[in-house]
């Protein structure tokens, strides 16, 4: 039987299901498929303690205070603004045990980081004093869940474009 790698993309538009996903991902409430001793995940990019939306607002407040120009977010309706993306990786049960996990995790980061990230991890805004440059990380969490039958990794990443500004367009071929 063929193995098979799978990543879907969920659009994530509200406060209350960053809380939610966070949940879930940090298991704080009980996962019905996952084993009840979630110590064999593995963290990647810590949140510190802190949930999906305090990590949302405290990077919207971090780009407020470098001088990026604050645009509204839509909140309301179907035309709601993508706050952050929920990806989640992962590959067929056959697959399982014919290579190493934490390797594919790795390397799998990595691809989630040049791809949703600006271009050297660079944004570049105008401020009264000239242009400045600065360092933005949008992957805020990632953990690899090995308390399932099958291992996986989810990764949560706010699309911020290379001008500062929350852009999921910038992120899925438009601007």
């Not at 940090?26 to 802190?50: K, P």
Request: glycine letters at 6%; aromatic letters at 8%; a positive charge.
């Amino acid at each position: 039987m063929p193995n098979y790698a799978r990543i879907s993309r969920d659009k994530v538009k509200t406060k209350k299901e960053l809380i939610s996903r966070y949940k879930h991902n940090e298991r704080i409430f009980d996962v019905q498929n996952a084993d009840i001793d979630s110590s064999a995940n593995v963290e990647l990019i810590d949140t510190y303690g802190r949930d999906y939306s305090n990590l949302f607002k405290e990077t919207m407040q971090d780009l407020k205070a470098k001088g990026v120009e604050q645009r509204k977010i839509r909140m309301k309706g179907s035309r709601s603004q993508v706050l952050a993306y929920e990806y989640i990786f992962g590959f067929s049960r056959g697959a399982k045990g014919k290579f190493d996990v934490n390797e594919w995790a790795k390397d799998t980061l990595n691809f989630i980081d040049k791809e949703m990230n600006p271009p050297n991890h660079e944004i570049t805004i105008q401020t009264p004093d000239g242009t400045k440059k600065y360092k933005v990380q949008n992957i805020k969490h990632a953990v690899l869940h090995m308390d399932e039958e099958t291992p996986h990794l989810h990764v949560l990443t706010v699309p911020i474009d290379e001008r500062g500004h929350l852009n999921a367009g910038a992120y899925e071929g438009r601007s």
